[in-house]
């Protein structure tokens, strides 16, 4: 019989009520009890929602206060020593600790999960001895079933995936981690099993990642061990982002089923069935609808998808469910009332998928008459969207497409600009900046919606956002920051902002997603081609220019970032859509410099996250993502400098690209990672402008001078003083001002100290 299944559901409740209880908690305005009955309910009505939509297999145990990597960290006692947690069920200030900071101790790391726009706290080894503190896939299964009657599945977090994305160990403890962890899983599973459950989902993304075969020997142990005596307990093997690396080896481990993705895989999975079957005995989860993308299916070619696949797997052993956990999508399209209906009808969010999988399989078991109206709707909606004029410019396409794309080499090499620069804006060493925004406070968001909403005019909002530049350009001068930025004030989001002046976005109400802990946002959605309108940043720049003797730099976002941080239509390659941003932004570049803004920094902290989780395929996608932004930057003079921002990324493995992109500046983030990054540089001769970021802006905390200073020394270990830049790791938007200037603060002391130490004073 064919069992729809669900992956993953959104936290984050259809009007983010989740987030403001979160919020409110950290902010003191309600007390634990009511953030844990806030969120319980929050969870409730989301497994409600699968049980009336008529979901099979529905997921307990995703559901997550922060982050599901996080909670598994929790659950086995992987904390590091600073949060002084004394063993025992992790308590939420010790959990909210890892996970923000604290008053004595950094947050933990936090980077991009695989290749999603989704953060997770990276996992510590210290080399302490793990223990199961709770048994949470239990917690959730009880009380799902006790208060809605489900029967659930709960999903866990595998234990390779846990061990390659956890740091702080080395190839040798590799064993040791293993061997503590398999006793844990046991432990879980083994209690599952005695509650009668009947499937758990164990999710091992990793092995869509370029593993050797060495590491899927590991895997094959692995299982083997924590299947040992679980009695009638089924594990589905989830994986999900791409095909397995490993497939005869995936299908073969000593589980009851494979979760396989069908959208992302490149049709490699779907070959490899063909090419070497599936097991007659195991269940396939076979990943149909895109769990990562908004756009509504084509119903008709996702049913012949599934004929081809019942041609390798029993219907008996078949369960049709997305390419991955939906928390990539927002919540549903109800909320969404103002958009054309032909634009609206072609998304589907995470409500309209589970709809999707349902007529799949009403159309699977009963035949497609039994389907037959959602099979309509689905075409005449995809047919209509299609026939749009913006999804089909021709001057757009002819520009992308032309010799234009080459046309991405800077006038000199950077020793060359450097000398010229340097000698235009007359810097001292280790100059200091931000990396763009200042705090968005409630004052800032407030007058943007009466903006929006009509209740203010366009004067008296610019008057607004006016004001507020100044009043940050002289906190700023006061500070004794070198080169300036106007603060972002005009902005809410560092993608929405541009796609609302850029041909070929539309933007929803309320179609949000979690980026990392409460923080949601509303992605741009990249319906039709892309292309430069009139001046976007210009204004703004020019202004906060006009009232200061410093640097201030314009502030744009890169055309990856802008590409990657949106929901990307499928009908185009990524690298198309990506050129023709990077042409509409190379006429922005040029309007800034034609203003008289010589610093322009083209953000692009998504680059990484872009990057194929197959190392095989990363040259292919690093060389047009290169040239996308080499595209945009190019064309400006050899004495405007520009600049560029990444974060939360391990750039180790693609530092040449970095390079390549030609930046003169780059700022990059350190804080978290410890310095690690620092390390890189021992290895590779990096000749250009390079800030690394000296503190983490994620957090509330206001850190010392002396722990920027053991940052800044540790990169003048291995970077010469002309090339380093003082920053923040990040943009500053999200934090409050006392906190904001405090820091700032302690940064410009520790840049004196450090230029003391190098004998020379501050000043241009």
């Not at 005596?229 to 089924?234: A, D, K, M, R």
């Not at 299609?386 to 794309?405: C, I, T, W």
């Not at 002396?706 to 010469?720: A, Q, Y």
């Amino acid at each position: 019989m064919v069992k729809s299944s669900i992956l993953g559901y959104p936290v984050i409740g259809e009007n983010r009520e989740w987030k403001r209880a979160l919020e409110a908690f950290w902010s003191e305005k309600i007390s634990e009890e009511e953030l844990l009955q806030t969120t319980k309910q929050i969870r409730l009505d989301n497994l409600k929602k699968q049980q009336v939509a008529g979901v099979e297999q529905i997921p307990v145990g995703d559901f997550t206060l922060y982050d599901r990597v996080l909670d598994t960290s929790a659950m086995f006692g992987i904390i590091p020593s600073r949060y002084q947690w004394k063993g025992g069920k992790v308590s939420t200030a010790h959990y909210f600790s890892m996970a923000r900071g604290n008053e004595n101790a950094v947050a933990s790391e936090m980077t991009k999960w695989f290749n999603t726009n989704y953060h997770y706290i990276v996992p510590e080894y210290e080399g302490q001895r793990f223990q199961l503190t709770e048994n949470k896939p239990l917690t959730a299964y009880r009380e799902a079933k006790k208060e809605l009657g489900i029967e659930g599945k709960p999903v866990l977090l595998g234990p390779y995936t846990l061990l390659k994305l956890s740091k702080g160990y080395e190839d040798k403890d590799v064993p040791a981690i293993i061997l503590q962890l398999i006793p844990l899983y046991q432990q879980i599973l083994h209690e599952l099993q005695e509650e009668g459950v009947q499937w758990v989902q164990i999710d091992e993304p990793i092995l869509c990642t370029s593993i050797t075969a060495d590491e899927m020997k590991a895997v094959t142990e692995i299982y083997s061990q924590l299947t040992k005596n679980i009695g009638s307990l089924n594990i589905l093997l989830q994986t999900y982002f791409d095909s397995v690396e490993h497939y005869e080896a995936t299908v073969a481990l000593p589980v009851a089923g494979i979760g396989l993705d069908f959208v992302h895989d490149n049709e490699q999975n779907l070959q490899n069935l063909k090419t070497h079957g599936f097991p007659r005995d195991k269940a396939l989860g076979a990943g149909i609808v895109d769990g990562r993308n908004i756009w509504r299916s084509d119903l008709d070619a996702k049913l012949l998808l599934l004929e081809t696949i019942q041609q390798h797997v029993k219907a008996e052993k078949l369960w049709i469910q997305p390419s991955s956990s939906l928390l990539h999508v927002p919540v549903t399209i109800r909320s969404e009332q103002k958009l054309d209906s032909v634009i609206t009808n072609a998304f589907a969010f995470a409500d309209e998928k589970i709809k999707e999988i349902s007529a799949l399989r009403t159309a699977v078991l009963e035949g497609k008459d039994y389907a037959a109206a959602d099979f309509a709707d689905s075409e005449k909606a995809l047919a209509s969207f299609n026939e749009l004029p913006a999804r089909k410019r021709q001057d757009v396409r002819d520009a992308s497409s032309g010799s234009v794309l080459s046309d991405s080499k800077r006038n000199l090499p950077f020793a060359e600009r450097k000398v010229k620069q340097q000698e235009k804006f007359q810097l001292p060493l280790l100059p200091t900046t931000t990396i763009g925004s200042f705090p968005q406070t409630p004052e800032v968001r407030k007058t943007r919606s009466e903006w929006r909403k009509g209740d203010i005019t366009d004067q008296q909002y610019k008057d607004f956002v006016n004001a507020e530049i100044s009043e940050w350009i002289t906190i700023q001068e006061d500070l004794g920051l070198d080169v300036l930025v106007h603060g972002e004030f005009e902005r809410t989001d560092m993608v929405e902002y541009f796609g609302e002046k850029l041909d070929g976005f539309v933007f929803t109400e309320k179609a949000w997603v979690q980026s990392y802990g409460s923080r949601c946002v509303k992605p741009p959605i990249i319906f039709g081609d892309v292309a430069f309108t009139k001046p976007m940043t210009v204004e703004e720049s020019v202004y906060a220019k006009s009232l200061t003797d410093h640097e201030v730099k314009g502030m744009l976002t890169g055309p990856v970032t802008i590409l990657n941080w949106s929901f990307v239509r499928d009908d185009l390659s990524r690298e198309e859509v990506t050129n023709q941003i990077a042409l509409a932004l190379r006429k922005e570049i040029e309007s800034l410099e034609a203003a008289g803004i010589h610093m322009i920094q083209v953000d692009e902290p998504a680059l990484r996250e872009g990057l194929p989780l197959k190392k095989s395929e990363w040259d292919h996608y690093l060389n047009w993502a290169v040239n996308a932004f080499r595209v945009a930057t190019a064309s400006v003079e050899d004495t405007t400098q520009i600049h560029t921002h990444m974060c939360y990324c391990d750039f180790n493995h693609f530092i040449d690209a970095i390079s390549a992109l030609d930046a003169d500046v780059i700022s990059i983030e350190t804080s978290r990672s410890h310095g690690d990054l620092v390390e890189s540089f021992n290895e590779y001769h990096y000749d250009k402008g390079i800030g690394l970021g000296v503190y983490d802006i994620h957090s509330p905390r206001v850190p010392a001078v002396e722990e920027m200073t053991e940052i800044i020394t540790k990169g003048l270990e291995v970077l010469d003083p002309s090339q380093f830049w003082i920053n923040p790791d990040c943009g500053l938007k999200t934090r409050k001002r006392e906190e904001t200037i405090a820091a700032l603060e302690h940064m410009v002391k520790a840049t004196e100290q450090a230029r003391q130490r190098l004998g020379v004073t501050a000043g241009k």
